[in-house]
């Protein structure tokens, strides 16, 4: 059957680049649903959007068959006034920068550190049930956005919720979650650090464990407390995945917009609301494309910028 099947393979004529109409269909479909809408967007953001176009932007005859192919859109050409705009003019904009920065400077931070914390202890040899401990901690991961905003909306309710009736009975005293807008970033810090702690902390779990161990039995030889083994041997040998966690941390922190949109709203008086929650608005809602598309842009060279910044200083290679 080798035999047969060599002679069969070597029979059949080979085809100049077949394996690249076998890689094809991915790069078609990456060109259609991911580089058009990103070139398009860069493009649109020079443009003011007017309305949807009849006009013909190409036009192909097939013998009997004619394909037309129209215009996305009718576009007027405004140049750089909307970069203009949102950079010197736009107080809301710098308002939901203000805000995602507040929220990535607590929420990264803090959910950077519970969760390697969370992973050292179910890394710990005296722990038992460590498999059940990891599944409920990573399953808020697999909640839906609008379910856990909305169950999240309900708990730090002013009035009703379980939050301040807890605080209440203690003596602490209610806190106004939603209505002061400090509080109401608060409460998206740890909205988001509660769904995607456990998200974080099974990475940094699967990087404690491709830690040598004689790593550390040379350590205690030297005679390191533990203090001395986290800080010259865990950190160190952790240090590409903690980058890992920071980056990827960075990017969806400032990509966030279900947790203000059903928690907040925005509010209160746009003290919540987020980059992309600006874009939204601007795109869907008032129909400014060309300016949602420039606000757009902003937001992936920010990203880009604080990216390149974390590895550069994070990692050795």
Known sequence: MRYARQDLSGAVPSIPGLPYLYISPFFILFGIFLMFPAAYTFYLSFFDYVGV??????????????????????????GLNHYERLIFRDSLFHRSL????????????????????????????????????????ALPVATGLVAYSTIFLLLFNGEVGLVNYVLEQVGVGAIPWLGDGFWARITLVI???????????I?????????????????????????????????????????????SSTIGTFQIFAEP???????????????????????????NLGYASAVSVILVVLVSIMSIIQIRYGSEE
């Open 53 to 78: 176009s009849n006009n013909i932007l190409l036009s192909i005859q097939m013998g009997p068959v004619v394909i037309s192919i129209p215009e996305i859109a009718n576009l007027e050409f405004v």
């Open 203 to 247: 990475i940094l779990l699967a990087g404690l464990q491709t830690i040598p161990e004689p790593l550390y039995e040379a350590a205690e030889i030297d005679g390191a407390n533990r203090w001395q083994k986290f800080r010259y041997v865990t950190l160190p040998q952790l240090r590409p995945v903690l980058l890992f966690v920071i980056v």
């Open 261 to 287: 949109y059903v928690i907040t709203g925005g509010g209160p008086s746009n003290a919540t609301i987020t980059i992309v929650q600006y874009i939204y608005n601007q795109a869907f809602l008032q129909l």
């Open 191 to 201: 909205a988001v650090t509660w769904r995607w702690l456990g998200y974080n902390m």
């Open 98 to 137: 203000f805000n995602t920065s507040f929220i990535f400077l607590v929420q990264v931070p803090t959910m950077v550190i519970l969760g390697l914390a969370t992973a050292l202890v179910l890394d710990a040899k005296f722990i038992r049930a460590k498999g059940l401990f990891r599944t409920l901690i």
